[in-house]
């Protein structure tokens, strides 16, 4: 028997999926973040093998025909090829290999098209695209330092500042103060601000905060509206930097978003995100996608394998249904 190994990597969480060259599932798992950044390629590729290993291992040990491996963190050439020399090496890893930011994933879960772009706001943000004549348009997405702003951490964080600056004084009254206190459980921003200057607050709850910006957005609060329009802006300022770059602005091209901030669904947003487009990228068409990351991942296995349209239908269903 032989099967494909696909894997997803974000920044909150690892999917490990093992499907068979029929595109049936047979091991699928949900690990904790693996962070190259922190334990370098060689520690990510040796945690990967720990936990691939154990699943191979319970079904026999299959043959390994195709491998795709999409992870957050890997946002340069320099690391696409250091991760593909380290997994070359892995016989957990073996036949085609794919290995590239998990933003391709992304773009492959919601299009077939050559020329294409896609913008991932989920835990952060980034964004991809490319054209049928090869030329490929990325973005660092290291934060701050990139000139990042947005998905989950970004709006948690606007969450905590725009109420910290209500209950001080210095900004407008918001709906967000009393929302940031109840979900952290504390009586005062005070509390909330010395929680997290102690440590006793870990900075990891601060993307599940970003939920509160559109419920204050719902009820109408101002504060937390704008920061909705924002995101909406920065979503579209990625999208149309690609296309832009890539010589496209203007042309037919979907535009595939998706993350946890795009799958929550929020109206405002979307409908912020494909006015805006509409605006400043005519022939622009947005394409929501709401299958799990790992989809793409091991779809792009699968094309490694030339495998025809009835297998990458098995492929999407079987991920989906089990996701």
């Given at each position: ?186 009586a005062s921003m005070d509390d909330v601000i010395i929680g997290f ?29 704008g920061v909705i329009d924002r995101q909406a ?91």
């Open positions: 028997m032989k099967v494909v190994v696909a894997i997803d990597g974000g920044g909150s969480k690892t999917d490990v999926a093992i499907l068979g060259l029929d595109g049936s599932v047979l091991s699928r798992a949900r690990h904790g973040a693996f962070t190259g950044h922190m334990v370098g390629e060689a520690g990510t590729v040796k945690q990967l093998g720990v936990v691939v290993g154990e699943s191979l291992a319970k079904l026999g040990s299959p043959e390994v025909a195709s491998t795709s491996v999409c992870f957050a963190d890997i946002d340069f050439p320099f690391e696409v090829a250091a991760y593909t020399a380290q997994l070359s090496e892995c016989t957990w890893a073996g036949g085609k290999l794919f290995v590239d930011n998990d933003t391709f994933a992304l773009l492959r879960a919601g299009t077939t098209e050559a020329t294409a772009v896609a913008v991932v706001c989920g835990t952060g943000m980034n964004c991809v695209g490319q054209t049928a004549d090869g030329q490929v348009a990325r973005f660092a997405a290291l934060g701050e330092v990139s000139g990042d702003w947005g998905g989950g951490g970004g709006l948690g964080l606007m969450a905590i500042w725009h109420a910290a600056r209500a209950a001080d004084g210095r900004g407008p009254s918001t709906a967000l103060e009393s929302l940031v206190l109840t979900r952290l459980g504390r200057h102690t440590g006793e607050l870990s900075d990891v709850r601060i993307p599940s905060l970003a939920p509160l910006i559109f419920e204050a957005g719902d009820q109408g609060d101002e504060v937390a509206i802006d920065e979503i579209v300022a990625y999208a149309t930097a690609a296309m832009r770059r890539l010589g496209i602005l203007g042309q037919p091209c979907p535009v595939v978003l998706g993350g946890g901030v795009i799958a929550g669904g929020h109206r405002r947003l979307l409908d912020g995100v494909e006015q805006r487009l509409a605006e400043q990228a005519p022939g622009a068409r947005c394409v929501i996608v709401k299958d799990p990351p790992i989809v793409g991942a091991a779809l792009l296995a699968f094309d490694a394998l030339d495998a025809d349209a009835t297998v990458l239908g098995a492929v999407r269903s079987a991920l989906a249904e089990a996701g």
